[in-house]
């Protein structure tokens, strides 16, 4: 009887850890997750050498094989962002969700609307974006650079007006209206004849129409 009794209480702890070290055992060795990273157009034989594939920043990493694919095991069930870091391009980062049971969903990152989800085939296919710029491109020389320089304006515009104005002042019609101007500004300018002469020779009188004048001006503007 006692016998017995050990032997099941033995199966019972052998059950209970055996089914804690498999979960212990699938903690640890957890899921693969597998994928190609394309190359770009200009590919060299260093390429793969010089491409590491990283989770949560270097959590865990992976390695390209020659054709581009990689794996990277011992991954536990959650949501990791996958990433590609190459010298030389820039490529998009995939987050990949794993579940308890093993499924795989793979989407894009998105950090400025996390709750939009545009997925992508699984196992994962990366393709290089555009390349790094680690120097700025210096600018070319161009004609329109040097015409609207405020200096070159400057000089040119008064060279301009000097050819173009003589022969404004050679058109006819431009003459007409130029002299109608001129005229119209002495005409304006000049005293009439008549109360020239009336000042000459009787000052009083125009000092009057003067003060006639003045005091008429002042009423009408009361008036208003």
């Known amino acids: 009887m006692f016998g017995r009794i050990l032997l099941i209480s033995a199966f019972i702890v052998g059950s209970v850890t055996s089914d804690t070290l498999l979960e212990e055992y699938e903690e640890n060795v957890g899921y693969t997750i597998e994928g190609k990273v394309y190359p770009p157009s200009t590919m060299t034989y260093q390429w793969p050498r010089n491409s590491v594939v990283v989770i949560n920043g270097g959590e865990y990493k992976g390695f390209l094989k020659e054709d581009g694919s990689f794996i990277v095991s011992n991954v536990p069930s959650g949501s990791f962002v996958l990433e590609v870091l190459n010298t030389d391009y820039i490529y998009e980062p995939v987050r990949v969700e794993i ?11 998105n950090y ?3 709750s939009q989800v545009i997925q992508v085939p699984y196992p994962l296919k990366l393709k290089a974006l555009s390349k790094f710029r680690y120097f700025q491109q210096r600018e070319q020389w161009k004609i329109t650079d ?3 320089n405020p200096m070159v304006i400057i000089m040119v515009l ?10 404004m ?3 006819p019609e431009t003459k007409k209206e130029m002299e109608q101007l001129n ?3 002495m005409t304006s300018d000049m005293p009439e004849i008549s109360e020239m002469i009336t000042s000459f020779f009787n000052p009083a009188s125009a000092s009057s129409k003067t003060e006639k004048s003045k005091t008429s001006g002042k009423t009408n503007k009361k008036r208003n």
């Open 99 to 109: 579940n308890p049971k093993g499924k795989f969903r793979a989407r894009k990152v």
């Open 112 to 114: 400025i609307i996390p």
């Open 146 to 148: 040097f015409l609207f």
């Open 158 to 167: 008064p060279l301009l007006l000097m050819l173009i104005l003589p022969k």
């Open 169 to 171: 002042m050679n058109d």
């Open 183 to 185: 005229l119209n500004k």
